[in-house]
């Protein structure tokens, strides 16, 4: 065993722009369709069977050519329709096997190459979002670490949403996900902090906790952090249906001194039997939950359950996406521990030291 994980920690190198485009399809509609685009692009695919074959040309650009291909299936068949790429003219052999994927991973990539040189130049920092005692917001609990893109030219920001997306369908979760987590160790660090640190990450990327996690550890330990002073928080949006596996990403996260956090409680399929099962030692209430919980009592009730059953356990609540002196005054008034939101304070990219309202927290801390 080496001590680098290969899918995490390689950068793809993305699709050629020439080459030879291979494609097997479960059905013969579904070839059909591909042979009728690519003709009226005046391209003569050959096709044996199930197969297809093409010659792509560097001016054609294979990224071009796939990403067609799959604008004209839909998301379904675009699973099931497997792609390699070889040389120009070659045809794939034992040794190719293992590089054989889905159309909708090959057309992601081509989608994505963007992706790729983003992580490749290192163009990702973070904002930090503090954290706050409900009992006064001008103390800082945390800071929660979240990622943004820039562009080349430096002035234009890339949300989140848009560089996981492109991730998702590349299928280089993987690479994002350790990323993300090393860049935020490193912000952390360079920041000084001293409040808890929220780190988040996502268990699709991880196979094995003690083999994946273990460069994570490492970089912490080596920017100076303490490990109690790390929260990883699961998110939501890729939470694995295996409960087990994430549970045993959890375990090894504390086994390691951290702690850990439920992101966006309330939200997707998040449960109560999450909290039995995880045992996490942050619980975060969910946004769209809190947006106007003090005026709507279906919200309202749901929430103040969370809290209570929080407060029993003995887990630690943060209602997260305050927005409101209402909203601030209902957390207050049912026992959260901690709020965060654009009304405590914006997400920032400013080093802390130059904002003051930050550091005042800080030091009171």
Known sequence: MTGQCDRCETIPSGLPDAGQLHLWFPLAHSLQKAVQHLRGQSLQPEVDGAALSLSVALDAGLGATCDGIAA??????????????TDLGAQPGPGDFGRITTLARMAGMARGSWLLALLR???????????????????????????RGMERDGSTTIPPNRIFDAARDADMLFQLDLAARRTAIASAAREGLETQVFVNFSPTSIYDPVFCLRSTVAAIESSGLRREQVVFEVVESDRTTDVS??????????????????????????????????????????MELIRDVDVDPYKSAIARKVLEIAQELGIASIVEGVER???????????????????????????LRETPRLQRGLRAA
């Open 325 to 351: 002196p209402g909203e601030l005054e209902w957390a207050v008034e049912h026992g959260a521990d901690y709020v965060q939101g654009y009304l405590v304070a914006k997400p920032t990219a400013v080093p």
């Open 72 to 85: 004209a299936c839909s998301s379904e068949e675009l699973t099931d329709i497997r792609a390699l790429v």
């Open 121 to 147: 130049e290192g163009r990702i920092h973070n904002h930090f979002q503090p954290i706050v005692g409900v009992g006064d917001t001008s103390i800082v609990h945390g800071h929660e670490l979240l990622l």
């Open 245 to 286: 596996h994430l549970k045993g990403i959890l375990d090894y996260y504390r086994s390691q001194g951290f702690r850990v956090a439920l992101d966006d409680f309330g939200a997707g399929y998040s449960s109560v039997n999450m909290l039995h099962q995880l045992r996490p030692d942050y619980v975060k209430l969910d």
